[in-house]
């Protein structure tokens, strides 16, 4: 069974940058399309970005886009999240999930069919 380690989080300025990453164990992420969600206190928890297996296909949600970019190194089993140009209402706990596929695009921005789920890291960005 896969699990997955969030790290890179912290307190940074409006208008920063954070590089958030998801470390797998137990299996090679090369099955798997990988999201990150994120979570803000008393609010539910939301997409942020998706890629595809092989890392060819990425989606974003409307709030994110051009700021922030999702990328893989299966190499590594590793699925990264550059956030630049960050805003206070970024601020939230960010989760990845991953979701096995043998498809090759499969890309999902639905929490329910996510299977595996870090703990997620807290990101803070101050105004």
């Known amino acids: 069974q896969v699990q997955l380690v969030e790290s890179g989080g912290g307190l940074v300025q409006a208008g920063g940058s954070l590089r958030l990453s998801c470390a797998a164990s137990g299996v090679t992420l090369t099955g798997y399309g990988v999201g990150w969600f994120r979570q803000a206190p008393g609010k539910e928890r939301e997409f942020v970005a998706a890629i595809t297996r092989s890392g060819i296909s990425t989606d974003y949600t409307d709030s994110v886009k051009g700021r922030f970019t999702i990328s893989r190194d299966n190499a590594k089993n590793t699925v990264y999240l550059q956030m630049n140009s960050l805003k206070p209402e970024d601020t939230a706990t960010y989760y990845c999930?991953?979701?096995?596929?043998?498809?090759?695009?499969?890309?999902?921005?639905?929490?329910?069919?996510?299977?595996?789920w870090g703990q997620g890291t807290q990101v803070t960005v101050s105004s």
């Open positions: 999930a991953a979701k096995y596929s043998s498809y090759t695009y499969y890309l999902t921005t639905q929490i329910q069919e996510y299977e595996a």
